[in-house]
């Protein structure tokens, strides 16, 4: 139950905004990823279009006021279709002064700053590096700047409840909330039931939460500084039931569906790392839908788990992030090689090695496309939204079930921590993916007799058949060792070896008959073309938006398999004479790309541990614009 907004009328039309983004930022102990996680949820039950951004502190536990421990969380909310969480944000929401500092270089010239003015006191300052007070020397005269005495009110009206001035300052997220809520006019009661449900089985903490969370608010109501309120009316998205949802939980729900879809029990095998741990969590929650989780003592048995399932007849899965598909690639080789349906899920981040474990990043693109030895090419699948994430997953384990092999599946940290609307699917509109089991001998030998051969293949697929252990009569060998096609005799010689390396790379060939056609956004017959590939969807799609607006002539195409690349994406590229790919690497689709089509694609690399803003895609492509009318020009001079 939500309480009644009021509407501003039409002499108030400066207090509704077509969008906001705001930006709550903290110490990792001040709640920032909760309070933030409580604006999104509200706004999302409200009916806005939003997208989020979290980011973590690198360290896990990194000295308490320092540029290096804090944590933010930025979303965007709006009234209309929106894909990225906003480049600049029009609020900034600080608990204290390394907050200020590590986060104001984001906020847009002239945006809010509401800044915790207990938490700015010589000590503080001292560790975030500041040698005066900013909310005093004059040098945020370019923002407007809210100072809220946060952590002394909290305290206040925690007091009467019997609540420790120490314990009390731990709700002062919560006043923050309050007050960012009035501002804004978001619903209180679906933040006061979630507080009461959150802390049932603590009555003081939910109490001070809820005295914090509305003294923030009847603050907002009743300081003068504060000025008049700001609505974002609900979007208007096509009709349906939607949740809010992250990349990590979409994930996990597809994994599940795809069990379902299958028939097929689904066990995984993990190893907690970030950003990859939540699908973990989440899986584990789903034993009734027939999921089985593993924690493993390391990467290698996690993924040897995964493996040892899918010999047994289930969906095997096994989660990471790019440190954990290293030590896993021993055993992928050995799912190649013996050709059984795998789904590796890597949660990109940072690197290489430790790298930015809380960062996000698109790196690992090189290692899911050629990180075995030997000759050993799998499917790679990109997810490109947090929502997206479900269908990713089904595409994934689909592919990996019909081909009999592993399939790597792409996300990474913005998508995995990130969220959006999801409209709830029809589950009747979701695929059938599941597949016979061997059951009977397929192979007459010269005496007449019958056997099974468990590398006699399909047709068109060329995939093997799947025997489960313990079927009467389907006895078979697998192994690491090269085996004879047909048979699964062991088989050194070399024309043999030729052949199966042949007949493996066929088949991950033979999966560009499943992939659709590519589709082209934007300005089909301009001379610009945007290639994307996972989360760099979002500022793309706004780019070429804001581009088009401009005068450009700009399209995009957006590809989610990998490897196999799309069958027409050569024709798609020839077509245009200015190809660019934004990727959060130093290049490497593009490397493939100029490898594979001869053609000069352009990349546009990040390496920041930040997603793209729309604005550096936009910048990019209107500097390629400018260099074809350059060129344009010279011709016509030549000529």
């Given at each position: 139950?939500?309480?009644?907004?009021?509407?501003?009328?039409?002499?108030?039309?400066?207090?509704?905004?077509?969008?906001?983004?705001?930006?709550?930022?903290?110490?990792?102990?001040?709640?920032?990823?909760?309070?933030?996680?409580?604006?999104?949820?509200?706004?999302?039950?409200?009916?806005?279009?939003?997208?989020?951004?979290?980011?973590?502190?690198?360290?896990?536990?990194?000295?308490?006021?320092?540029?290096?421990?804090?944590?933010?969380?930025?979303?965007?909310?709006?009234?209309?279709?929106?894909?990225?969480?906003?480049?600049?944000?029009?609020?900034?929401?600080?608990?204290?002064?390394?907050?200020?500092?590590?986060?104001?270089?984001?906020?847009?010239?002239?945006?809010?700053?509401?800044?915790?003015?207990?938490?700015?006191?010589?000590?503080?300052?001292?560790?975030?590096?500041?040698?005066?007070?900013?909310?005093?020397?004059?040098?945020?005269?370019?923002?407007?700047?809210?100072?809220?005495?946060?952590?002394?009110?909290?305290?206040?009206?925690?007091?009467?409840?019997?609540?420790?001035?120490?314990?009390?300052?731990?709700?002062?997220?919560?006043?923050?909330?309050?007050?960012?809520?009035?501002?804004?006019?978001?619903?209180?009661?679906?933040?006061?039931?979630?507080?009461?449900?959150?802390?049932?089985?603590?009555?003081?903490?939910?109490?001070?939460?809820?005295?914090?969370?509305?003294?923030?608010?009847?603050?907002?109501?009743?300081?003068?500084?504060?000025?008049?309120?700001?609505?974002?009316?609900?979007?208007?998205?096509?009709?349906?039931?939607?949740?809010?949802?992250?990349?990590?939980?979409?994930?996990?729900?597809?994994?599940?569906?795809?069990?379902?879809?299958?028939?097929?029990?689904?066990?995984?095998?993990?190893?907690?790392?970030?950003?990859?741990?939540?699908?973990?969590?989440?899986?584990?929650?789903?034993?009734?839908?027939?999921?089985?989780?593993?924690?493993?003592?390391?990467?290698?048995?996690?993924?040897?788990?995964?493996?040892?399932?899918?010999?047994?007849?289930?969906?095997?899965?096994?989660?990471?992030?790019?440190?954990?598909?290293?030590?896993?690639?021993?055993?992928?080789?050995?799912?190649?090689?013996?050709?059984?349906?795998?789904?590796?899920?890597?949660?990109?981040?940072?690197?290489?090695?430790?790298?930015?474990?809380?960062?996000?990043?698109?790196?690992?693109?090189?290692?899911?496309?050629?990180?075995?030895?030997?000759?050993?090419?799998?499917?790679?699948?990109?997810?490109?939204?947090?929502?997206?994430?479900?269908?990713?997953?089904?595409?994934?384990?689909?592919?990996?079930?019909?081909?009999?092999?592993?399939?790597?599946?792409?996300?990474?940290?913005?998508?995995?921590?990130?969220?959006?609307?999801?409209?709830?699917?029809?589950?009747?509109?979701?695929?059938?993916?599941?597949?016979?089991?061997?059951?009977?001998?397929?192979?007459?030998?010269?005496?007449?007799?019958?056997?099974?051969?468990?590398?006699?293949?399909?047709?068109?697929?060329?995939?093997?058949?799947?025997?489960?252990?313990?079927?009467?009569?389907?006895?078979?060998?697998?192994?690491?060792?090269?085996?004879?096609?047909?048979?699964?005799?062991?088989?050194?010689?070399?024309?043999?070896?030729?052949?199966?390396?042949?007949?493996?790379?066929?088949?991950?060939?033979a999966i560009t008959a499943d992939i659709p056609p590519t589709?082209?956004?934007?300005?089909?017959?301009?001379?610009?073309?945007?290639?994307?590939?996972?989360?760099?969807?979002?500022?793309?799609?706004?780019a070429v938006q804001r581009s088009r607006r401009a005068g450009?002539?700009?399209?995009?195409?957006?590809?989610?398999?990998?490897?196999?690349?799309?069958?027409?994406?050569?024709?798609?590229?020839?077509?245009?004479?200015?190809?660019?790919?934004?990727?959060?690497?130093?290049?490497?689709?593009?490397?493939?790309?100029?490898?594979?089509?001869?053609?000069?694609?352009?990349?546009?690399?990040?390496?920041?541990?930040?997603?793209?803003?729309?604005?550096?895609?936009?910048?990019?492509?209107?500097?390629?614009?400018?260099?074809?009318?350059?060129?344009?020009?010279?011709?016509?001079?030549?000529?």
């Open positions: 139950m939500t309480e009644t907004i009021e509407r501003s009328d039409s002499a108030d039309d400066d207090r509704i905004l077509d969008h906001l983004v705001v930006r709550f930022a903290g110490d990792s102990g001040d709640g920032i990823q909760l309070t933030g996680d409580r604006f999104t949820s509200v706004s999302a039950s409200y009916g806005n279009d939003l997208s989020t951004m979290p980011d973590f502190p690198a360290e896990i536990r990194a000295p308490t006021g320092t540029v290096n421990g804090v944590s933010a969380y930025q979303v965007n909310i709006a009234d209309h279709d929106i894909t990225t969480p906003g480049d600049e944000p029009n609020v900034l929401v600080v608990m204290n002064p390394a907050a200020l500092m590590g986060e104001l270089h984001r906020l847009e010239p002239g945006g809010t700053i509401i800044a915790n003015e207990d938490a700015f006191e010589e000590r503080n300052l001292e560790k975030a590096g500041y040698k005066v007070n900013p909310l005093d020397d004059g040098s945020l005269a370019n923002y407007r700047l809210l100072r809220v005495p946060m952590t002394n009110l909290t305290k206040e009206v925690c007091a009467p409840l019997g609540v420790k001035p120490r314990d009390a300052e731990r709700s002062k997220n919560f006043f923050a909330l309050g007050l960012v809520s009035f501002m804004f006019t978001r619903p209180t009661e679906p933040t006061v039931e979630w507080i009461d449900q959150k802390f049932a089985k603590n009555e003081k903490v939910a109490a001070a939460n809820k005295a914090a969370f509305h003294a923030g608010f009847n603050f907002g109501e009743t300081t003068e500084a504060v000025g008049h309120r700001y609505e974002v009316r609900p979007a208007r998205l096509p009709a349906g039931e939607y949740t809010s949802i992250t990349g990590n939980t979409a994930l996990a729900w597809g994994i599940v569906a795809a069990g379902q879809l299958a028939k097929l029990p689904v066990t995984l095998g993990s190893y907690p790392i970030t950003p990859a741990s939540d699908i973990l969590h989440e899986l584990s929650r789903h034993k009734h839908f027939g999921v089985r989780t593993v924690q493993a003592e390391d990467e290698i048995a996690a993924v040897g788990m995964a493996l040892g399932a899918a010999f047994a007849g289930h969906l095997g899965v096994t989660t990471t992030s790019g440190p954990g598909v290293a030590l896993k690639s021993e055993t992928t080789s050995l799912a190649v090689s013996i050709e059984l349906p795998l789904l590796l899920v890597d949660v990109q981040r940072g690197g290489p090695s430790t790298g930015l474990p809380t960062k996000t990043e698109a790196s690992d693109l090189n290692i899911a496309l050629y990180g075995r030895h030997g000759e050993a090419p799998l499917p790679v699948i990109a997810s490109y939204s947090p929502a997206h994430c479900f269908d990713a997953a089904i595409e994934a384990c689909r592919i990996a079930l019909k081909y009999r092999t592993p399939v790597i599946l792409l996300s990474d940290g913005y998508l995995a921590n990130g969220s959006e609307p999801w409209k709830l699917p029809d589950i009747d509109s979701l695929p059938d993916i599941s597949v016979p089991f061997a059951t009977e001998k397929n192979h007459r030998e010269e005496d007449g007799t019958e056997s099974f051969w468990p590398y006699a293949r399909d047709e068109t697929t060329f995939a093997r058949p799947w025997a489960i252990p313990g079927t009467p009569g389907l006895q078979h060998r697998v192994g690491g060792i090269e085996k004879e096609d047909g048979t699964g005799n062991i088989d050194y010689t070399p024309a043999n070896h030729e052949r199966m390396s042949e007949l493996r790379a066929a088949k991950i060939e589709e082209i956004n934007g300005d089909a017959d301009g001379d610009i073309l945007i290639l994307g590939w996972g989360s760099t969807w979002a500022a793309i799609d706004s450009i002539k700009v399209a995009s195409a957006h590809i989610m398999h990998l490897n196999p690349l799309p069958p027409d994406l050569g024709d798609i590229l020839s077509r245009y004479k200015k190809v660019l790919i934004p990727e959060l690497n130093s290049g490497q689709l593009a490397n493939v790309i100029r490898g594979k089509y001869l053609i000069d694609a352009q990349p546009i690399a990040k390496l920041q541990g930040l997603p793209f803003k729309s604005r550096e895609i936009e910048a990019a492509v209107k500097e390629a614009a400018a260099t074809l009318f350059e060129t344009s020009d010279d011709q016509k001079v030549n000529s």
